[in-house]
């Protein structure tokens, strides 16, 4: 069976630190792979999917930025936090896009605080 | 105008009651239709996934698709306080299988 992984589970970073969460999935290959932010009682906000590996789509212009240096690794970087970066970051998996099975299937999360 | 539009609630109901969470959405080209279950501070469960119109049931849940409306419904028979959770509905469609749009997300609290 597939499982997704994130660490950390929980971050507590300053203002204009860098900042590097980590996603792997196991028991699947070639999977499509996504990063998303969730402000506290609001909706999923898209940041970067990918498609394979060096392959970034970015959906928000912003201070972040996404890496895949493997087929089942994803990254998620800055170089200066801001106050705003601050939310859950979730990373999630789907079936590459010639499957016929189109569900997405999420991480624990990364919760991030920029003080 | 937003892709995917889900009330956020909150919805409050007693033990036992049905609860109906919905979903409406403008993307002629959706097809594949998913629920997801979000207790605080977790990341998003996939609880059912449906394709085309109809229905789909599994145990207590029940998943509906009425793609000429442009509808989607999650109902919950005999709801539980274990139940009490966020509530997204997500779709994608056969020309944007890469991306999947999501609604806000509906808080339900199940009162014992």
């Not at chain 1, 699947?28 to 060096?54: D, K």
């Not at chain 2, 959405?25 to 059912?48: D, I, T, V």
Request: positive net charge; charged residues 15%.
């Amino acid at each position: 069976s597939q499982t997704i992984h994130q660490w950390p589970a929980t971050l507590v970073q300053p203002v204009g630190s860098p900042l590097s969460l980590e996603c792997t999935v196991e028991g699947t290959s070639n999977p499509n792979l996504y990063w998303y932010r969730q402000a506290a009682g609001r909706g999923l906000q898209l940041l970067f999917y990918s498609v394979g590996i060096g392959q970034i789509s970015s959906e928000v212009p912003q201070n972040l930025s996404a890496s895949r240096p493997q087929d089942r690794q994803f990254i998620l970087s800055s170089k200066k936090l801001l106050l705003s970066d601050s939310g859950f970051y979730l990373c999630a998996w789907s079936h590459a896009g010639t499957s016929v099975i189109y569900e997405q299937f999420f991480g624990p999360g990364t919760r991030l605080t920029v003080l | 105008q937003k892709e995917v539009e889900q009330d956020p609630g909150p919805l409050s109901v007693p033990e036992g009651a049905i609860v109906s969470l919905n979903c409406t959405y403008s993307n002629s080209a959706f097809q594949y239709f998913m629920w997801y279950r979000q207790y605080s501070r977790k990341g998003p469960e996939l609880l059912m996934y449906t394709y085309s119109s109809g229905n789909k049931e599994d145990g207590r849940f029940t998943a509906q698709v009425d793609k000429s409306s442009k509808y989607i419904s999650l109902f919950i028979r005999d709801s539980q306080p274990s139940d009490s959770a966020t509530y997204l509905c997500a779709m994608t469609g056969y020309y944007s299988f890469n991306k999947f749009y999501f609604g806000s997300g509906t808080k339900l609290n199940v009162k014992p």
